[in-house]
């Protein structure tokens, strides 16, 4: 996708520097982008805040579980003799699947 904006970006600025005479419509079929994202574009060149790395890239996301409630549920689970679904339903704050995770990571170390 970065390729795809790269390339808009530099007929972008071919056009600004008046290096070329496509139109803005030209530029939005090459690239296959829409033309409202293209004004979009010029905006962010003229305003020198242009990005082509995705604004959430190496960003923790924000439903991830903490370390700290992870290592919880690694020390409750390894006190207990139940199995995992009797587990999490004890546990309840979380999805089976999260425990479950969490869990085989657990037995993989092992």
Known sequence: M???K???????????????????L??????GY????????K?????ATISLEHGNKNKKPSNT???????????LYSKSNASIRRFCK????????CIYNIVKDIKKDK
């Not at 829409?34 to 574009?41: D, E, M, R, S």
């Open 43 to 47: 905006k962010e060149i003229l305003n």
């Open 26 to 31: 030209e530029i939005a079929e090459i690239t």
């Open 65 to 75: 579980i903490s370390d700290q409630e992870r290592e919880y549920i690694i020390k």
């Open 2 to 4: 970065s390729e795809k």
């Open 90 to 97: 004890f546990y309840s704050r979380r999805s089976y699947s």
């Open 6 to 24: 790269e390339l808009a970006v530099n007929l972008m600025k071919k056009k600004l520097n008046n290096e070329s005479y496509l139109s803005y």
């Open 34 to 41: 829409h033309p409202k994202y293209i004004c979009k574009l």
